[in-house]
């Protein structure tokens, strides 16, 4: 979500429609997939899958044609959301080991999309991630604020925080979005976050993996304990300054530098 | 492979007889499962699975029981051979815009064990990860000389030195089982590795993470540029002095810190 969002910065960003929000946040319900994919397209797609989660694959700029339906499947089925549990409940495994110091220091970083909200409603109406980036629906889905928690990650969150971590928020959107951003985390059920980094002008043209970075670097100067990070991107979790431990969370449909 | 393992180092390892080799050696071959697993095992495994690849179990010690039978069909039919062929060709993708300065300082690291040999042979017979890991028989096993090459492996072995790297083997095998691992790794197919490194005394007692780190930072001293890296885990991955781009490769059957 990074990228080509930031051509936009200085746009100012009109409220659509209720009329518009209906038609992007209608998924099929799909328990059974419609087209039945062969045993070679879910080896291959299962396969392509393994690279995109490990970060082998590096930079990919859409789904692959044949794996379309299989993320459609993937996503709206059981898979995510079991594959978001078992990673929370590791997060949630390591942060019931760390020793709370009680000066308010000790911090959980999460990032947002794909991580605390889920954009599937949007991404439902727009291929699964087969679609070339669209800077404009998009930024109208988040003016929305209407993206629905990520359960599992919402239970972690109200989690960390009853253990006494500060929590800190690093998003790809940018401060423009401030706003809409925190509307729509206290929608979904978030609140008293310690933090909340968006992207200013400065950070303009930066990758994520450098501008997250930059932030988490931010934060140990002032004295704060990273301990742990949730994020749907590699970008979110590698680079410097980062924390004791990193959880990948589930994302097949797109990737972020 | 690397922590019980230091145990034994002043041993004398025996050659064990033909007879042991063969009952070792067989593995059933398992297209078909013979049991059938559940839609729920399946959705259980395949996010256990999930959060090994991608580091977010952290520390593991054998595959749960439920998911032995799992870890038995993925290692034995077409899956494992897949994700590493996707590996494979994700890492060759990058080697060739690797521009080779022609003075024989690019470097390609690989790990050896379940990266360019594989011991399914061994762990076949071992439970696929279910049983506690046992130095002695695994020391056996690894004195035959007889594992086999990871196929997708030796392909990228071999066409990455094609491109002009130097190769170097970073090992958490010791320093007394450099001739055997040496005669396998001929036995399989590999030649021409620039360097062979093998756990030290000096070593003992490190993390795998640490070691290989180390070792990594001895290649940068001499003036080594690490491009590519190649492991089944992430402690040969991580760490420092890490390569520019890391491929992790599959494995669900044992985990080395």
Redesign the interface.
Known sequence: MDSGRLLLFSLSLALVSRAFSDSLIRITPDRRSSTKLSRDDV??C???R??V??????VWVSVPDRCVQWVKDYMTG??YR??S???AD??L??AKTVQIAGDGKDVWVFDIDETLLSNLPYYAAHGFGSEAFDDSTFDEWVNLAEAPALQASLRLYREVEQLGFKIVLITGRIEPQRNVTEKNLVYAGYSNWERLFLRGRADSGKTALVYKSEKRRELEDEGYRIHGSSGDQWSDLLGFAIAR????L?NPMYYIP
Chains 1, 2 share one sequence.
Request: hydrophobic share 30%; net charge negative; glycine share 4%.
């Open positions: 080896l291959f299962d396969s392509w393994f690279t989660e490990t970060n082998d694959a590096g059981d898979r079991s594959d549990e078992f990673a590791d997060s495994s390591f431990r990193s959880f990948k589930p």
